[in-house]
Each structure stands twice: as structure tokens, then as C-alpha cells.
């Protein structure tokens, strides 16, 4: 009597090992037993809530800047701009650390403010800058924003990444921080999806925590140029969300939208003021490996 596998169970064995052996896309996708379930609402209303914040975080400390330079005549030039949501608007502090610009015998003053304003997301503009004359202290909340920002900075240069950065400085309910730092694009006609970093700093503002980059690879995306209503993409190798920078970005940029993510599992839309959306399983069909899609442009 001859003892084996029924025949329905040897099809389905050599079926899925036959399976196993077909090279996925370029993006990392591979035929599995058990696809990952799709992310829980939840989990993408937090990404999409915490890009918004640092969307705005990112375009106070920009108009903020502008603002600055053209207003800002005979203002103390800060070596430190940041900005502190604060309920409906954020408070945008230009700071100047003078610890070693006292005269001999002459007390030390820390971190002065040398002007501020106010952004309003709703508005989308900043209020009038009021310079301080003299510079005064900055209180100590200000100042460990700009101690977080200030490790972050350093934790990047230690990295060899290169500045300039986009920075958002978010203070977590447990008191740490969070920082986000954007590299700009070396052209003023795109977006990066990429070459962004998340560092964790302790709730004192001088301890580095960790710092790792949001994505495997970069991808620059022209502003312009496409077909209305068409939207852009971007790949992430591997990693199965979309990143907070991810709707930072398309938020800043509403020309790109809508924008899609394309992961090795799901396939994600991110609407032009960051509402991000699961449009369902990233699955070649037949010959066709929508992963594979080459970045910036739908063709």
C-alpha cells in the first residue's frame, strides 16, 4: 500500500512553491502564504494628522523667514528660527544665542528672542513681526525647542547628511521631542519624497535618543508640467506606509496632488491638503507590476 499526500494537497504544494520561485517587482513585493493586512484607519489618520503638523511647522518657519528679510531691517540676526504650535496658530521665535558674546566680567544671557510673529494654518499667513528692541530672554520652553532642534541638527551633520533642512520640532504628550528634517531639493522646480531624517530628543532638549532616515531612497518630482488631474507617485522599496513627510510634502506642494504611494503591499492616495486614503493591494497583473511604475509621473 503505497503512502502519500492526497493528490489535491501535492497540486497545491508544487503550486506554491513554483510560486515562491517567480522574482517579484523591482519594489520589493514577493508572493507570500499571508499578505500583511491593509493599516487600520486609525493608523492612517495618525500619519496623515501628524503631516499636517509638520506641513505647518515647515511653512511657519519659511514665511516666517520671509517675512523677517523683508521687514526685519535693523533686527539682531537670529541663528535660530523655530516654531511652537500654540492651540490655533504657531508662534514663530527668531532666536540669537549670545552665551559667548558677553564682555568680560559682564553676566552671560543665554538665548534671546530677537523677533517674533504668528502663523496661522487656517490663514495660511503669518501676522506682523514685532522685533524686540532690546532682544529679551527667551523663556525656557523656547529654549529647549531650540536645544532639540539644535541636537537634531548635529545628530544629521554627524551622519554626513547634508543641510539645508526643512525642520519641524513637535513636543510629544510625554514631554520629548520629536524633530523632522526635510532636505530640500537642489532645484526650486521640484519635491523630494526622501533624504528625510525623524530624531528623537530627550524632554530636556540636550539628549539625542535616535535618529533614523523615513526612507530607503529618494525621488525628486517636478512641480510642474503634467497632464491635470494626473497623478504623481513615488516608491517605497520596502517600508509598508506612507510617511508623515510624505503628506508634509503634498501638502506644502498642492500642484504634485494627488500623489500616490506605491509600497511592496498597498497602494496609498494623499489628496492636495494631506487627506490619505488606501486605495487597495499593490498587485502585478499579468505582466504588469504597478510597483515597478517609474517615479514622479504617472505615465
Keep these: 500500500m503505497r503512502i502519500g499526500l492526497p493528490a ?72 535660530k528660527v523655530v516654531a511652537i504650535e500654540d492651540r490655533a496658530v504657531w508662534r514663530v521665535s527668531f532666536l540669537r544665542d549670545v552665551s559667548d558674546e558677553a564682555a568680560p566680567g559682564m553676566p552671560r544671557q543665554g538665548t534671546l528672542i530677537v523677533a517674533e510673529t504668528e502663523y496661522s494654518p487656517i490663514s495660511e499667513d503669518v501676522g506682523p513681526l514685532r522685533a ?31 543641510p539645508p533642512f526643512d525642520a519641524a520640532v513637535i513636543r510629544e504628550k510625554n514631554g520629548t521631542f520629536t524633530v523632522y528634517l526635510q532636505a530640500r531639493p537642489q532645484a526650486a522646480s521640484t519635491v523630494t519624497f526622501g533624504r528625510d531624517l525623524v530624531v528623537h530628543v530627550a524632554a530636556t532638549g540636550r539628549q539625542l535618543v535616535s535618529i533614523e532616515p523615513l526612507h530607503a531612497a529618494s525621488t525628486d518630482i517636478p512641480l510642474e508640467g503634467r497632464p491635470e488631474g494626473r497623478p504623481t507617485l513615488h516608491v517605497h522599496p520596502s517600508m509598508d506606509l506612507p510617511t508623515p513627510t510624505d503628506v508634509a510634502q503634498v501638502c506644502g506642494h498642492a500642484s504634485i496632488a494627488p500623489h500616490l504611494v506605491m509600497t511592496p503591499h498597498f497602494i496609498f492616495r494623499i489628496g492636495d491638503r494631506g487627506a490619505l486614503s488606501y486605495l487597495g493591494p499593490n498587485q502585478p497583473t499579468g505582466a504588469e507590476q504597478p510597483g515597478a511604475a517609474t517615479p514622479g509621473r504617472v505615465p
Excluded at 135 to 162: F, M, N
Aim: glycine share 8%; hydrophobic share 45%.
Design 8 to 79: 489535491r494537497a501535492r497540486g497545491i504544494m508544487l503550486l506554491a512553491l513554483a510560486l515562491a520561485t517567480i522574482p517579484g517587482p523591482a519594489v520589493g513585493w514577493r508572493v507570500q502564504a499571508a499578505s500583511p493586512e491593509r493599516p487600520s484607519d486609525e493608523t492612517l489618520r495618525g500619519i496623515e494628522e501628524r503631516g499636517r503638523q509638520i506641513a505647518s511647522a515647515f511653512a511657519a518657519v519659511a514665511k516666517g523667514r520671509d517675512l523677517l528679510a523683508r521687514q526685519g531691517e535693523g533686527v539682531t540676526p537670529p541663528d
Design 132 to 162: 524686540m528692541a532690546p532682544p529679551r530672554p527667551a523663556p525656557a520652553t523656547t529654549v529647549s525647542y531650540a536645544r532639540a532642534l539644535g541636537v537634531a541638527e548635529q545628530a544629521a551633520a554627524d551622519r554626513k547628511e547634508a
